[in-house]
């Protein structure tokens, strides 16, 4: 078993609960209502295949570098790189970390309250006689509403901050150990329900049949990057955090490939199940945020025992959102308790709270108020401002820490991968192939290069 640290640091309980941890973090609504909302906007198979391609060669290796940070530095998105690199500006990372994970989950609640509200909808039956199975105007029409969507936002984030209220052992570890298997059994099932509806040979030929020709496009490289990020927690410090309450005796490569594989997958269940049936009901594959919103419930609609399975898929899409907003509030706390002294409850509360109000005007954009920035509502912006410039611009700055802010040795000794073909491959994947990527699609972007 774990060995007490020299500080009183929390730890997890064991190291399958650190994983599922991890686990739950990755997984969440980034698998299903963000992969999904992303594939369609940018065409599906392509973009699958640049989002395969980067897990490989950036996500899983910056995921190792993460682990390895946390873990060496036993302290938070901040205080890890004080600690390793004292005097120097790595920690720059750090903070746009602790900043993201305010932006991110200020919308994050938003979208999970919207999840609340599904699972209450098939509980209570509103969702299952909706008018002339209009299910889009269902959707339209409540994320319209000013009052009600903040109010399921609260009770999300409520809930968010009494599990981290708790701490990480008992609160996080506990609930992540259950739950997460659960969806990946129900999502299966209902992807294979998915493909007898009709839309299977479209879906299926939508999310694995690549159109070359979108490969053209610099915002699909852009947006590939972000949800790999997005979707692995990555770039913002959530896996320095979960990495530094592991104590030595962990090993982290198996851990770094399970959360990177399990994640991809998931996503790509999620993917099976949602565009068959996107197909199938005559949707629009680039109808945005809203797309798994006015999909499933087409789904439920047409299965047998469909409000059972309704609720349950929104109840563990729910917990797994859970999880992921947990990570999310975990890096801003640790980072205050730290700084400030701050007890745990303090810190949550107050973070909490601010983050509540922040998520706000993000509810509001979707119909009630006109909030727009760049063209865009505001959840969708802070959703791509987090997503495909914080996190790989984060993301960067650590594979460059690793990369050549340590030395190769002590980086293959922290990492566990040691002076092997692997370890090699790491280091040069994080040294070179996952900094000249980031940059490229970020100067590809904006027009400079490509
Ligand atoms: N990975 C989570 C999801 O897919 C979101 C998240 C992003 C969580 C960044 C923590 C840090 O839903």
Redesign the pocket.
């Known amino acids: 078993m774990l060995s007490q640290q020299e500080t009183k640091r929390e730890q997890w309980g064991s190291r399958i609960g650190f994983i599922l941890a991890c686990l739950g ?7 299903v209502w963000r992969f999904s909302t992303t594939a369609g906007e940018n065409g599906g198979g392509a973009f699958i295949l640049v989002y395969l391609l980067i897990i490989l060669f950036i996500g899983i290796p910056v995921v190792m570098a993460e682990f390895t940070i946390g873990r060496k530095s036993q302290s938070d998105a901040v205080g890890s790189f004080q600690k390793l690199a004292p005097g120097k500006p790595w920690f720059i990372a750090g903070f746009l970390g602790v900043a993201a994970s305010f932006i ?1 989950l200020s919308f994050y609640g938003v979208v999970a309250g919207w999840v609340m509200k599904y699972f209450f909808g098939y509980l209570t039956g509103s969702l299952v006689n909706v008018p002339e199975n209009d299910f889009t105007g269902y959707f339209v029409s409540f994320i319209g509403k000013t009052a009600e969507p903040i109010i399921w936002q609260f009770i999300f984030m409520a809930l968010t901050v009494g599990i981290v209220v708790v701490g990480v052992k008992k609160g996080i570890e506990a609930a992540n150990k259950v739950l997460m298997p659960l969806l990946g059994v129900l999502l299966i099932i209902l992807a294979i329900y998915s493909l007898t509806l009709g839309g299977a040979k479209e879906g299926l030929t939508f999310l694995f049949s690549p159109d070359w020709s979108k490969l053209a496009d610099p915002h699909l490289y852009l947006a590939a990057l972000g949800q790999a990020f ?4 990555l770039g ?1 410090g ?1 896996l320095i955090t979960y990495g530094s309450y592991l104590s030595k005796e962990n090993k982290l490569p198996t851990a770094a490939l399970s959360v990177g594989a399990l994640d991809t997958l998931v996503a790509l269940t999620a993917g099976i199940l949602i565009f068959p049936a996107v197909f199938a009901f005559g949707l629009d594959p680039a109808g945005g945020a809203g797309l798994v919103f006015m999909t499933l419930p087409n789904v439920f609609d047409q299965m047998p025992l469909g409000a059972v399975a309704g609720a349950a898929f929104f109840f563990l899409l729910f917990a797994a959102a859970l999880t ?1 907003a947990v ?2 509030l975990e890096v801003a706390v640790a980072y205050f308790m730290r700084k400030f002294s701050w007890g745990r409850k303090q810190a949550v509360l107050i973070i909490g709270s601010i983050i509540f109000v922040l998520g706000i005007p993000s509810s509001l954009s979707q119909g009630a108020v006109p909030i727009t920035i760049m063209g865009k509502d505001f959840l969708t912006f802070m959703d791509e401002l987090s997503g495909n410039v914080f996190l790989p611009l984060g993301g960067l700055i650590i594979a460059l820490f690793i990369g050549w802010g340590w030395k190769k040795t002590d980086a293959l000794r922290d990492s566990d991968l040691g002076d092997t073909l692997i370890g090699n491959i790491w280091i040069w994947c994080v040294r070179i192939l996952a900094p000249v990527g980031i940059l490229l699609i970020f100067l590809n972007k904006i027009g400079i290069v490509g």
């Open positions: 973090s990755a997984v969440g609504l980034g698998n991110i997005f979707s692995l927690s913002m959530a992921s990570s999310l």
